[in-house]
C-alpha cells in the first residue's frame, strides 16, 4: 500500500484502507469531533469523526512530525524522568 493511492479523488475507500493498512496511535477530542491518529508508513493520516452524526467528515495526511504537537502534548512520561 502506497500512501498515495489515499489522495487519488476515490473518498470512498480512503477509510477502509486507512483501518485496514494504518496503525493507531493516538486519539484526541475537539469541540465538534473526535480525531485519530494513523500511521501508514512514514505518513500520518488524521481521521475526523463526528460521533453525533456517526460520518468521517475529514481525512488530512501529512508527514512533517512537527503536526503530532497536538498528540505529544498528552502523553505523561513524568515517571520516566523518575518524578
Same mark, same amino acid.
Given at each position: 500500500m502506497n500512501i498515495h493511492e489515499l489522495k487519488l479523488p476515490?473518498? @470512498? /475507500?480512503?477509510? +477502509? %484502507?486507512? $483501518? @485496514? !493498512? &494504518?496503525?493507531? $496511535?493516538? %486519539?484526541?477530542? %475537539? $469541540? #465538534?469531533?473526535? =480525531?485519530? $491518529? #494513523?500511521?501508514?508508513? +512514514? /505518513? !500520518?493520516?488524521? =481521521?475526523?469523526?463526528? +460521533? @453525533? %452524526? @456517526?460520518?468521517? &467528515?475529514r481525512i488530512r495526511v501529512f508527514d512533517d512530525t512537527e503536526e503530532l504537537a497536538p498528540y505529544l502534548k498528552k502523553i505523561d512520561i513524568s515517571d520516566l524522568l523518575g518524578a
Open positions: 476515490n473518498g @470512498k /475507500d480512503i477509510d +477502509s %484502507t486507512v $483501518l @485496514k !493498512y &494504518g496503525v493507531h $496511535l493516538a %486519539t484526541r477530542n %475537539t $469541540l #465538534f469531533c473526535t =480525531v485519530a $491518529l #494513523f500511521q501508514i508508513e +512514514s /505518513d !500520518y493520516v488524521e =481521521v475526523f469523526y463526528n +460521533s @453525533k %452524526t @456517526k460520518e468521517i &467528515g
